[in-house]
């Protein structure tokens, strides 16, 4: 390997850490907005008809209960 290649290694290597970053705090700003931080929010819980109520991430929680 002579010096050219490690660059190129290390500049794809910092990009790919400096685009994680960014997207990140972009997510972060995003979905922090629509959290509601007012009082106790009701937990994740899973509907009669198998659908997710009070969660607005799109990833599900593994082994919610089901909703009272």
Same mark, same amino acid.
């Given at each position: 390997? !002579?010096? $050219? #290649? *490690?660059? %190129? @290694? +290390? ?10 970053? *960014?997207?990140? +705090?972009?997510? #972060? $700003? $995003?979905?922090?907005?629509?959290? #509601?931080?007012? @009082?106790?929010?009701?937990?994740? &819980?899973?509907?009669? #008809?198998? +659908?997710? %109520? !009070?969660? *607005?991430?799109? !990833?599900?929680?593994? *082994?919610?209960? %089901? &909703?009272?």
């Amino acid at each position: 390997m !002579n010096l $050219r #290649d *490690l660059a %190129k @290694g +290390s500049s794809v290597f910092l990009g790919v850490i400096v685009a994680g970053y *960014l997207s990140t +705090s972009y997510v #972060d $700003r $995003r979905f922090a907005s629509q959290l #509601d931080t007012s @009082g106790l929010a009701a937990p994740a &819980c899973v509907g009669e #008809d198998g +659908s997710w %109520k !009070n969660w *607005l991430w799109p !990833n599900v929680p593994a *082994l919610s209960p %089901k &909703c009272p």
